[in-house]
């Protein structure tokens, strides 16, 4: 049965390392639901965070042939109950609809969003939460006037204690048998 | 560290330093615009660099390949940007696949052209990267040396494999203060996974409970170094060991608990008893399509151990009960440290009593066929086998003719065996023995070709000529692509679509290349034209014509399981 992972990819920052992990995916036919990739808490270590639907076993095949890349510190997949995840979407409004009544001001605050900045003819409107509660409001707006809309993506930190340092030491040649 | 005093040189200078500095002494390419600093740079150190000029990329990186293979060593391989790069990637892939440790070095447009489409400019790093263990672009003359240093590191070390350095053309005639410092360690990679003594145990304890058990055994061995390894281990154990198609000549075919090869055309023993045995230890090997048959079958029986270096490996194809990551020079000495010595003489003979059902059904007629038939393709590996003893240096193209040629040829000496085997690439033989002959000159190299596979590369007829290589080459002429046209044969019911090749004379295109040549169709001229061809100390040429339309059997139909393997 297919379930949704959240696989953390520590790496190098080189080029070309994008396209080596995006083709693991690509290769199976496995299709990405969200990738996101910035600098991890070491410098110079990048961190993705990818999103997948798919069969248990297929994930740990999966991640095994990214761990196995050679600019790859890490690659870990979590269950969703093993991470504490989030994104962010932004909303962009013409300021017509934003102006023309209490509704949208409802919806604002009744979604827990927040308005990011307002131009002379447009509002962009800015909410955090899982994907269910961005595209919430993503339809709750959509009624009056949506021009614009993104989301981020999930990033996600697990809730276990081992960190990035744990892993680097992991990799550590060591010689002596057992 | 190894670190040499800092000089100022040019980029293409620096590169040719660091590849004396990684010990290659052959090097197999062809020339073109973005990689002329090179070949300029090379021109100074035609002494500490023989540079063999193939008559296509292709040729290059395969003839690289064979002389990884046997020599040990990497094979490294020079293109030029764009199609001259394009066309290492049947090469890359092969190597990939084969686990052939090259460093491949491309040139690339310069570095204020890429992404405008200039002329020969093509995304060699994006091509690259799927077919590579590790690729990299260098933009600045200063990156060189460490560049070149992790390449070779990465190419040899672990399971090995192929890497790609794609170098512009300004960085070449750039320069840059060079100093070389051998790498010895890259933080986010483990090429020799831990091994875990728990493990060995508990191999060793379902090793030791066994009353039928069965070793697989691939590359991995060969690739390990691991020649006494393991044959201690299986003597000790005392447990027969069927081959791959890369494991064969990890240990001499005529050792008595070798008991052949794997696979879809491997043994009738082998296949068969698979499916009966209770502990089954892969040793080096990847449980390909080709060797498993229908997967959920396939020893499902037994419990399974397997000694890889490659945790990818583990769990990918088969299930496996006990995993003992690791180089399996050193698992296997662990391992045989705890197992008991031990026979199974009732078990192997069932091994013997199988073999002797194939003699009987297969390899007596394709050995003595009928006098009035045309010869087989069994007939001429086994007459070139006693020939040359076993002792030769095999290089196989893909099809029909690479199956016989494994299941017919004895091999004796330690890693002779040089094929295409996951990527299947036609074509390969005639470079990759090239290759196979500098990597081990005092070796007799034989390359053992079809009609089809030779015209995919025999332009490299040329390269034999021109560097006087002695590598000696059958082709197997049975004037079809004949291991679909069997397909086609058994299940596409004859129709045999664009199977039937008219074919040009080849003795007249060799004679075209100045190398010895001779055709043999009569049966009885067949052992003195062997003799003849096999003592030469040139090239030599030599084309048997053989049946049109002969099977391989034993098969296992695809998607069948290994037990039901068809004798005919």
Redesign the interface.
Known sequence: MKKQFTIIVY??N???LL??LS?IFS?RHVNIDSITCSESEIKGVHRFTIVVKMET?KV??IV??I??Q????KAIYFENEKVVYQEVALYKIPVSVFSSGKEIEHIVRAHFARVLSVHTDYVIIEKTGHEKETTELFEALSHYGLTGFVRSGRIALPKSMESLQDY?K??E??FN?? | MVTSKSKVLKGSDAIVECLIKEGVDTLFGYPGGAIMPLYDSLFDYQDDLKHILTRHEQGAIHAAQGYARVSKKVGVCLATSGPGATNLITGLADAYIDSTPLVCITGQVASHLLGTDAFQETDVLGVSTPVTKWNIQITKAAEIPEAISKAFFIARSGRPGPVLIDITKDAQFDTLNFKYSVCKSIRSYKPLPNINIERIKEAAELINKAARPMVLFGQGVILGQAKDEFKAFIEKAGIPAAWTILGVSAIPNEHPLNVGMLGMHGNYSTNKLTSECDVLIAVGMRFDDRVTGKVSTFAAQAKVIHLEIDPAEIDKIIKTDVAVLGDCKSSLSLLTDYVKAKEYPSWRNRFSELDQEEYTEVQKAELHPDPESKITMAEVIDCISKKTKGEAIIVTDVGQHQMIAHRYYNYKAWNSNVTSGGLGTMGFALPAAIGAKLGQPQKQVIAIIGDGGFQMTLQELGTIFQYNIPVKIVVLNNEFLGMVRQWQQLFFDKRYASTEMVNPDFQTIVKGYHIETELVEARESLQAAVDRFVDSKESRFLEVRVGKEDNVFPMVPTGSSVSDIRLK
Do not use: A, C, F, M
Request: glycine share 4%; aromatic share 0%.
């Open positions: 790496t190098e080189n080029i070309g396209s080596r083709n290769r076993d740990q095949k095994k042939q761990d196995k050679i600019e790859v510190l680097i992991e990799l040649p060591t048998i057992n």
